[in-house]
């Protein structure tokens, strides 16, 4: 782990404005952290980006998607591969790109909701900053047909906002 003291930055940025370079590491890191995962994933259209100077040391995907929820539309941001590098964490790296992405879903996206899919392991991580675990089944799409998360979906919502707790159709590939 690196000083609790240590500085970062944090900048969010649209990924038709990443060099090709930056946009295939971006890539590689989801690779090498989540590859195991035998799924095909949507491409972000926003990253928020932790740095210490030029270093990247963290990153989280954002993904522009109009969901089904109980047949009802929403639209929503997606939070995809949310990573703080080995030697950085528990540093609040993960929490401040949280916070930043939260802003960047108001701000960029004009939508109050959020979604991401997790281990259970990661989702206290979550609960912390708000997240809540929805109770229902996700479907997404995969090249072989629809396909329903093993795991855990949690959503997010801005004040005064409320995310019904329901089934989930990611309506399309999953982040
Ligand atoms: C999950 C991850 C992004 C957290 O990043 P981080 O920079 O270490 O997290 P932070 O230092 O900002 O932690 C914020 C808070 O969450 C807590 N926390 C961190 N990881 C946690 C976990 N797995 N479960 C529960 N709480 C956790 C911290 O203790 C801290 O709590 P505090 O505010 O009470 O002190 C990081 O561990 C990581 O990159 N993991 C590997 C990739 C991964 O699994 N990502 C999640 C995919 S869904």
Redesign the pocket.
Known sequence: MTSANSVFQIKTIHEKDLTGQKRDQLVQWFKD??GYIPLKWAEPQWYVLAFNDSELI?RVGIIDRLILVADQQICIGGIS??????E??????????MAEAVKAIKDKLNVCFGL????K?????YE?LGWKVNDFPTTFEQPQGKMVFPNLTMTYSCEGAFFPNAPIDLNGLPW
């Not at 964490?89 to 790109?97: A, Q, S, V």
């Not at 991401?116 to 281990?119: A, F, P």
């Open positions: 952290e989540f963290g591969g949310v990573i703080a590098k080995n950085w964490r528990n540093n609040g790296i993960g929490k401040k790109l991401l899919l997790c281990r392991e990661v989702s206290g991580f912390k």
